[in-house]
């Protein structure tokens, strides 16, 4: 299966710490700051905060990156959403819970009455057909894609080349789609097997109902205003490229937003959105590592601060296909001889050690705060390493690590590198290379490096998206090359299992092996500091947020200003 490059997880972070906002907690966590009274809550309000940079694209069916979706998830609404408060699938343009077939493999959603686009026009069943139709579309090659392979016949039919194959061919796989429409209000999805995790995918931005209309009429630019033309809170009434993007309220959504208009500015460098807040240019920004000391001596600036967690896991890649790193032992050896709370403390600034917990972050289900296989312990680091089978070679001798050269990354290893040497007597050279190499070296297995730095963001909240998607023997994103019959046994069953606490448990238990195994060591788990005006109200921050309250956009409002 075609999967996502994990490598989108790290250039993601560089846009989170201006972006997202989250809580880090031991369960699925939410800071939700409060929406004032209602007579305060101005009719009117704007608020203008930073996307960073130009988005690449914000059509639904291609994007990938978090400044994309969070665009597109302003506009449109998903047959499914999250809950702010607990992560969990809950009906969205969706009137309820969707019907399940004895089976288990046919989910059937009906439509809330009288939904509308924002020009008045009707949100038919037919609309979300065409959208998650586009996604699986081999000519739209959406980066998503995969996420819809579990609908019958999608992954057969994106993974055609629509260059080879005939139009014959291509309309036939086409017409498998496990999609079927019944009535302007009614869709129905056939899935390849169980999968109790189908209604996050439902929530995802790949289903939302493009327009087919507006896809023709705009062609390669749809995505511009004038036919970005959606079913969610606000409508896209301006884009000034490189410059910034303008949002209204969209009168014909289900629920009326507070907010009248939100402007979203590009400003690349920190510094600068950094004193655009200062001086009331921006009601929300990211703090940099940079501007932590200044904030730290402000008063109110500290007090505007809002700190919080992220979806993201950073990790140590160890090649489990070549020496020494195809030894359990000694992958368990580097794993347990780096202190990762020293490296927030001292380097990173921003962040949360993994000292406990597994591949899976904080504020994630699925999180195990009891997994504490890999915890710095030099000690018991270099028992192993006596007790593996590389112990007083040359095989330990001339280990590389490789990374996308920078001054940040340049950083980190050397850390790691110190680290090592100290607690573990093993030296560890640097290796840099331009990013673009870096790239290509990782996503091969016959080219990834002895040792790498990667990470994995979530998609959706589900450890079907971490563990299976990740880990899977047959992933092609987990870069490690880590293979376990009975690992794969245990993810596979529970992706199936309906019964969501013996799903926990076994996805549990997977995780747990995971971390003995040592696949990879775990580093540290995204997370981020912003600050928020005071008068910027009614936010639920959660660790899945990829723009500020994005799972309830319409409780988001400013105070009148008196």
């Known amino acids: ?41 101005d009719p009117n309000g704007e608020v203008t905060t930073n996307a960073g940079s130009e988005p690449d694209t914000i059509d639904p069916q291609k994007e990938s990156f978090v400044n994309e979706v969070a665009q597109t998830m302003m506009v449109f609404e998903a ?88 139009k014959a061919e291509l309309d036939a796989a086409k017409a498998k789609l496990g999609m079927k429409v019944n009535g302007d209000k009614e869709i129905s999805f056939t899935l390849t097997e169980k999968a109790p995790y189908f209604n996050s995918i439902a929530a995802l931005w790949v289903g939302v109902p493009s327009r087919e209309s507006d896809v023709t009429k705009g062609g390669d630019k749809w ?39 939100w402007t979203k500015v590009m400003i ?8 655009a807040y200062r001086n009331n240019e921006l009601d929300a920004v990211g703090i940099g590592a940079e ?35 195809d030894d359990q032992k000694v992958r368990m050896a580097f794993a347990k001889s780096f202190d990762r709370l020293a490296y927030i403390n001292d380097v990173a600034k921003i962040g949360k050690a993994a000292t406990e917990g597994g591949f899976i972050p904080p504020g994630m289900p699925g999180y195990d705060k009891d997994d504490t296989a890999q915890k710095f312990d030099p000690a018991a680091a270099k028992q192993l390493l006596a007790q593996s ?34 607690n573990l007597g093993v030296t560890v050279a640097p290796d840099p290379v331009d990013a673009t190499t870096y790239t290509s070296l990782v996503k091969k297995p016959e080219t990834t490096p002895l040792m790498f730095r990667l990470g994995w963001c979530a998609d959706y909240p589900d450890q079907q998206d971490w563990l299976t998607t990740v880990f899977h023997s047959s992933s092609t994103v987990t870069h490690v090359g880590y293979k376990s019959a009975t690992f794969d046994a245990a993810v596979r069953k529970a992706d199936a299992d309906p019964n969501p606490e ?19 060591a775990w ?10 005006k005071p008068w910027f109200k009614g936010i639920t921050d959660t660790v899945m947020d990829f723009e500020y309250g994005i799972f309830n956009l319409t409780a988001i409002g400013v105070t009148k200003k008196k």
């Open 223 to 261: 995505t511009e205003p004038a036919t970005f033309i959606g079913n969610g809170p606000f409508k896209l009434t301006e884009w000034k490229h490189n410059e910034k993007m303008v949002y209204e309220r969209n009168d014909n959504y289900r629920t009326k937003t507070q907010l009248k208009k």
């Open 291 to 325: 501007q932590l000391r200044t904030v730290e001596g402000d008063a109110d600036l500290k007090a505007q601060t809002i700190d919080v967690g992220g979806s993201c896991t950073i990790y140590v890649g160890f090649n489990n296909a070549k020496a020494p790193f």
């Open 523 to 532: 580093w540290y788990y995204s997370a981020t500091k912003y600050l928020r």
């Open 79 to 166: 047959l499914m959403a999250f809950d702010p408060k607990t992560l969990k699938p809950v009906p969205g343009a969706a009137k309820e819970a969707p019907k399940l077939s004895s089976d288990g493999l046919t989910y059937t959603y009906t439509l809330r009455d009288g939904l509308k686009y924002s020009d008045g026009s009707p949100v038919t069943a037919k609309d979300f057909q065409f959208g998650f139709t586009r996604t699986c579309d081999p000519a739209v090659a959406g980066e998503y894609a995969f996420t819809a392979y579990i609908i019958v016949g999608c992954e057969a039919w994106n993974t055609m080349d629509p260059k080879k194959a005939t």
């Open 389 to 422: 089978k590389y112990a007083n070679t040359d095989t330990l001798k001339n280990l590389k690590f490789t990374y996308a050269a920078s001054a940040a990354n340049k950083t980190r290893i050397e850390w790691l590198q110190q680290q090592w040497q100290t």
């Open 1 to 41: 299966m075609r999967r996502r490059s994990g490598l989108w997880s790290l250039l993601a972070l560089f846009v989170i710490a201006g972006l997202i906002a989250a809580a880090c907690t031991g369960a699925p966590g939410t800071t939700t700051q409060p929406s004032g009274a209602a007579g305060d809550i």
């Open 268 to 275: 690349n460098e920190s510094a600068v959105a950094f004193a």
């Open 502 to 520: 013996s799903r926990d448990k076994t996805y549990q238990d997977a995780s747990r092996q995971l971390s003995n195994d040592a696949a990879a």
